[in-house]
């Protein structure tokens, strides 16, 4: 007869106990490790997840109105988003307290531009360290933002490191405008 340590027989008996331990999220499937049966978190793609996301919201909002709920106008905005950072064209050049961005591109990314430069000129304007403007040249738009103080080269240096991109993604405003849009109290920008 082979005799096991106290400690060994504890941790074999507690083995298929630890087998059988769920965390938050794991779905159990017979004959499959945990491992296999943890439910991942990211929907995949990005709008992908963004849009799964503003589903759930909706889902779990009793007072969802849901004739008036457009998946669709976030989808084509999100599309939008895409171009724009992905497939436009961005000239730079350094103005007195900031930057100025030319921002072009052909068929649906220059209407895509079109479509969301000035709204972001807005937000960044209505934010208290920036000064934006916008306007039309060929096959786009010239974003021009600067510090909101004379003077203040922190926020200039903030505004050249950001670049185009980092500007864009400024602020808190682009997760509520797109649960306004899907819930289709919110134009398309």
Do not use: C
């Not at 074999?12 to 106990?17: E, F, I, S, V, Y």
């Not at 995949?44 to 709920?69: R, Y």
């Not at 000035?118 to 934010?127: I, R, T, V």
């Amino acid at each position: 007869m082979i005799r096991l340590p106290a400690l060994a027989l504890l941790s074999l008996a507690a083995a298929p106990l630890a087998a059988q331990v769920h965390t938050p999220g794991m779905v159990h499937t017979p004959g499959m490790t945990h491992a296999e049966t943890a439910v991942p978190k990211e929907g995949g793609q990005s709008a992908f997840a963004a849009i799964a996301e503003i589903v759930a919201i909706l889902d779990a909002d009793p007072n969802t109105d849901w004739p008036k709920v457009n998946i669709e106008g976030l989808r084509q905005h999100l599309i939008d988003m895409d171009d724009v950072v992905m497939r436009s064209e961005v000239g730079t050049r350094a103005v007195p307290g900031g930057m100025t961005f030319d921002v072009t591109g052909t068929g649906r990314v220059a209407a895509a531009i079109g479509r969301m430069l000035p709204a972001h000129a807005k937000e960044l304007d209505g934010m208290d360290r920036y000064l934006a403007t916008t306007a039309p040249i060929a096959n786009g738009i010239r974003l021009t933002v600067t510090a909101a103080a004379s003077g203040d080269t922190t926020t200039a240096a903030r505004i050249k490191a950001l670049g185009f991109a980092g500007l864009l993604a400024e602020g808190a405003h682009h997760q509520p405008h797109h649960l306004m849009m899907a819930r289709g109290v919110g134009g398309h920008h």
